[in-house]
């Protein structure tokens, strides 16, 4: 290997402050960046505003005191500071070449460093893999991480002694800790061990310590096994989707690319970012999909409001447009509003201000999930590349481990850069301390994971794998056909494992005929058994009830919890009401827009209005409502749905435009192997969408729809309004 010292990422970085929160991380990952335009961005103006926080605190006593406190805390927060300074004054030493800047990185070096070799386990210390700084250790390796940076920025400034001394009682004390220490955590398969084995291993490059490099990258035994190669083959799909996800697949990029990049700059015969056909570029790609609107999709254990301008994916796009040159990616730094300000991210600016950029790609796709992509996938069909336009999420993945939600064949609908079908999310206030000190809710395992909580069938009022995430690991959905054309996007998937004797189908379409203004969605929800169940299908819609096809009984003067469990105990019995003639038409109004779901039920559904928030007593879910088809039988059952973008509701001027549904009926056809879901508009046009359940080209299917068969090969076909229904042919 080569001793080549490792120079950070961040070259002419202003700050990457702290850890972002994991699975029970409690530091939050911030950043100070510079603010993207049209224009070149101004460095100077960077290390400027820098040198202003920095020089303020030049004067100040080195504070370095005896760990105590749990996240969030004094000490906590100290420790933090700490390591962000150390980073950002060797970031302007480097810049600048002040001596005062690497002089102020020394003292808190030498300060840890006399203090490091005398600690024991963190008194605050977590159950799972506590730390000595800090009380668990993933705080730990955030730390390391980013003072190795700073350490390598000022290294040839310091005397032989201050070098030996922080090496020696510093840095390999920390990097022996998190590795040789805390075995369970540097040879995990999971985003704290990638955090961890990137600290050592950049450490390692810094101090010309082969033997943590190799630990690193192979694990402890070097067998590799473990460590971050066995990572990169594991914790991403070959599409480069992350197992728990698009919250943690941003936040896991971190470590991956910045441990990446100091591979690639130290070692670049090993070709890191060609390796497994490219993985990590793959990954950067993978995190822009997962957003829309510039928001990541809420799935499993998601913060809502986390968007594509988060720190771990400006790095990404960086180094991925370094790499690439792609134009695409400029537009995305510019929808993110700010660049890094690292040799990459002024690429990017500069490449901005030159007016290279192109639309980013937003393309319908696939992204297969399992470290060899059979696990379940992340469906997404888009109307069109604009990424606020009609967009649909199924989620057809493995469980996402600990992080997973209870949501087989789950469904997500976004409009006009709006959530119009919504999923939860996590139930957590990140870094609010009143809420719980910032920690996962209790309302996350007793609501948000469970699956009334979402937008898929329930059986019996009992979640997927009777709520046990082992069980839920263990099995993933079946993928059906992924098809996409200018007027169809289909896919599909089933699961006979989330409940004992019921399979579970889901078949999810965008069409685009005349008959519509504007796409429409087919939504397909099968339960197929042949015991005595009760099905629940619900929709969380966004937006103000303005009208339906049935009269609700409503709840005026008081209300109940729905059930007693599994979720359930949150939902508040708003009201409900039968359906006429097996038909049931919701149509919402949201920001100017209205939606509609047409569905055809079963016999003797009832639709039951809900709301979000009972047994809440500390207010910690929000107030958001639902509408629930539930029916009994023997039989199995089928939920056949259109959801429907139409209208304007203009409060300025007073005007209202299509504000009823074009939707006349939905009706479900099958046959042994194929169904037909027939839609009539109020005009009397009819559009078809045949569905095989067979993902093979070559097999014709054919069903018979009012005396006519409908005749078609292949996964999916469209029989558009102007074909006058001639069976296809």
């Not at 038909?583 to 009832?606: C, G, H, M």
């Not at 018979?704 to 076909?717: Q, S």
């Amino acid at each position: 290997m080569k001793q080549v010292s490792y120079i950070s990422l961040s070259v002419l970085a202003v700050a990457i402050v702290a850890c972002e929160r994991s699975s029970e991380a409690d530091a939050q990952l911030n950043t100070h960046v510079v603010a993207a335009s049209d224009s070149a961005i101004s460095f100077s103006d960077t290390v400027r505003k820098l040198a202003e926080k920095i020089d303020a605190q030049l004067g100040d006593q080195i504070v370095v005191p005896m760990p105590k406190d749990a996240g969030g805390g004094y000490t906590h927060e100290q420790h933090k500071r700490n390591a962000k300074t150390i980073y950002e004054a060797g970031k302007l030493y480097e810049f600048t070449g002040d001596d005062r800047y690497a002089k102020h990185v020394e003292k808190l070096l030498l300060a840890y460093a006399d203090m490091y070799p005398s600690l024991d386990l963190h008194p605050a210390k977590k159950e799972q893999s506590p730390g000595r700084l800090f009380w668990q250790n993933l705080n730990e390796s955030w730390w390391l991480v980013y003072t190795i940076q700073g350490y390598d920025s000022v290294k040839e400034t310091l005397s032989a002694d201050a070098r030996e001394k922080i090496e020696n009682d510093l840095l390999r004390e920390v990097s022996k800790f998190l590795s040789q220490g805390s075995p369970e955590t540097f040879n995990k398969i999971h985003n704290h061990g990638t955090w961890a084995t990137a600290a050592v291993g950049m450490t390692g490059y810094v101090i010309g310590d082969n033997d943590l490099v190799e630990q690193a990258l192979l694990g402890l035994d070097k067998s590799g096994d473990y460590g971050f190669l066995k990572q990169l083959d594991e914790l991403f799909s070959p599409d480069g989707y992350y197992n728990e996800g698009p919250y943690y697949q941003r936040y896991a990029l971190m470590p991956f690319v910045l441990f990446g990049q100091a591979i690639e700059q130290n070692e670049p015969e090993r070709e890191i970012f060609n390796y497994r056909d490219g993985i990590l570029i793959k990954a950067i790609y993978a995190t822009i999909q997962q957003n829309y609107g510039g928001l990541f999709f809420p799935i499993n254990d998601a913060i809502k409001d986390k968007d594509i301008a988060t720190v771990e994916l400006q790095y990404g796009v960086a180094i991925a447009y370094d790499l690439t040159g792609d134009p695409g990616l400029l537009a995305v730094a510019k929808a993110q509003g700010q660049v890094v300000p690292t040799k990459g991210g002024k690429k990017l600016a500069d490449a901005i201000a030159r007016g290279k950029a192109e639309p980013f790609a937003y393309t319908p796709m696939r992204l297969r999930d399992g470290a060899l992509g059979d696990q379940g996938a992340l469906d997404i069909l888009r109307a069109s590349t604009d990424p606020n336009d009609l967009t649909v999420v199924a989620k057809n993945t493995s469980q996402g481990l600990g992080h997973g939600h209870f949501d087989k064949l789950g469904l997500l609908v976004y409009d006009a850069g709006h959530e119009i079908i919504r999923d939860y999310g996590a139930a957590r206030f990140v870094n609010v301390e009143a809420k719980f000190g910032g920690h996962y809710l209790p309302e996350n395992n007793s609501f948000a994971k469970q699956t009334i909580a979402h937008n898929a069938l329930v059986v019996d009022e009992t979640s997927h794998f009777n709520g046990s995430t082992n069980e839920g690991n263990q099995n993933a959905p079946e993928l059906g056909a992924f098809f996409t054309s200018d007027s169809l996007q289909a896919t599909s998937a089933a699961i006979t494992t989330a409940y004992d004797d019921v399979e579970l189908r889901r078949t999810v379409a965008m069409i685009k005929d005349a008959a519509f203004a504007k796409p429409v969605i087919v939504d397909l929800v099968e339960g197929l058994s042949d015991s005595q169940h009760q099905y629940d299908l619900p929709y969380y819609y966004n937006g103000q009830l303005v009208e339906t096809n049935f009269d609700i009984e409503a709840d005026p003067t008081s209300r109940r919890p729905l059930g007693g469990e599994n979720g359930y105990q949150h939902l508040w019995h708003v009201g409900e009401s039968g359906v006429v003639n097996d038909i049931a038409q919701i149509t919402w109004l949201l920001d100017r827009k209205f939606y509609s779901v047409t569905s055809s039920v079963p016999e003797n559904t009832k639709v039951i209005v809900a709301e979000i928030g009972a047994n809440d007593p500390n207010f910690n879910l929000r107030r958001e409502p639902a509408f629930i088809f539930r029916t009994q039988s023997d039989e199995g059952v089928s939920f056949a749905s259109v959801i429907e973008p139409h209208g304007e509701y203009n409060p300025t001027v007073e005007y209202t435009v299509n504000s009823h549904s074009t939707v006349k009926s939905v009706d479900h056809y099958k046959s042994d192997t194929a169904s037909v879901v027939m839609i009539e508009s109020k005009a009397g046009q009819k559009v078809g969408l045949g569905i095989g359940r067979v993902n093979d080209d070559t097999i014709e299917h054919s069903v018979m729809v009012d005396g006519e068969a409908f005749v078609w090969t292949g996964p999916y076909k469209i029989f558009h309004s102007q074909n006058h229904f001639d069976g296809g042919k």
